[in-house]
């Protein structure tokens, strides 16, 4: 049961009226933002006062809903006291001790206007015995990490992002030995499996394929922890990245089959990054009509997704991410004119300072150069690609990508592609 007038039932109360769902009111926020990711499941959480909302996103929320930071403010604290209440009656009967159920309910409506201002000391003693031993404000934090983590890269090197994250793992592990009620568990098993799965895929791309193999089993328990089928699935089809790029693409391809499972029918993000991994991965073992078949299925889910499941994030699968994913599994099957198709299409969406997805569109077009003879423009592109990289760059994907183009060519070029990575 949640407050009569509190932050939940004030926010789904104007989008309500407003005519607008979740998916459109996080809309509205994000362009609020200049188009920067908002979640409309914060807004969920919100609504449902599962969390509150946290003061960084007071003025978002006061501009978005037409309102005052003072009467969002207002709304969390009238939210937090009806939750500490509410608590406070429910241990008391637990307990056996000497607590009247409906006193506590009344002066619960008291503090938040719904009744006479009787048993100001009953709620007092209440909202002492709520506030022991509180994780609010830990969870809303993590809450908030996982979000602002799961943007990418933004021109920071892997080194870098993941020298951010340290703290917040930190007390993700603190928070995590902690008790928590059932529900507050779920919630937490489920951003332990975003955050330990953004962990994973940073140390992949740095090349720590171990690492990222440990944390990506870890984001998996949770996952299941979490009951969550969606967030499952995008941890299995990021797992089958590891072995996909580092030269296991059969593990990959089953890895790929398990997130197609837990996705389930429905059009989703990771169903759809499911289906692109699989169909390099097949491509990348020979088996080319299943490949095809995946690149088939890709595309279908991706024209059905809607601005959300499309978002530009680790989480999301937009178009830029897309073209990407195809232009492997094209150039993997040898199919290079589509695969050159999608290299353009990648690099039109692909903003500045992506450093890493230049790097690797621009050595799938060496490849495709390669496959169609060319050798010696193959290694002329490559080595251009890898001049220009930054030291930090040089290591984990960029060159495993390299290095398997080496494989391809011959002669002069094998040669002097060979000698740049080796120097």
Known sequence: MMAPDGIGA??????EADG????EQALLLQELQDGQWFDPENLKRWETERRMPVPRWHGLLAEGYGLTQAQIMAAVAASR????????????????????RRRFLAAAAAVTGAAPLSGMADARRGIDAGLSGSDAGDLAYLDAAFERHRGGYHGRSPVVVLGEMRQDLDLLRSVLARPHPAGTRAGLARTAAGITGLVAIIQHDRGDQRDAHGWFATAERAAREAGDRTMLAW??????????NYGAPAAAAQLAEQ??????????????LAAAVAARALAAVGERQGALDAVAEARAIAERLDATQAADTWFGYPAQKHHVHMSQA????????DARAEQDAALV????????THALLKLDAATCLGMDGDHGGAADLAMMVWQQLPDAYREGLVRSRAEALHRTLDGPAHRRLGDLLAS
Do not use: F, Q, Y
């Open 81 to 100: 006291r009806w939750r500490r209440l509410r608590r406070a009656a429910d241990d008391g009967a637990k307990g056996g001790e000497k607590v009247d």
């Open 235 to 244: 941890v299995l089809a990021r797992h089958a990245m590891v072995p996909l």
């Open 10 to 15: 004030l926010l789904r109360g104007i989008r």
């Open 259 to 272: 997130a197609r499972h837990e996705a389930g029918r429905r059009p989703s993000a990771p169903g759809a």
């Open 20 to 23: 607008r769902s979740r998916e």
């Open 349 to 356: 969406l692909t903003r500045a300072p992506s450093i890493m």
């Open 330 to 337: 094209l150039t993997l099957l040898g199919r290079t004119r």
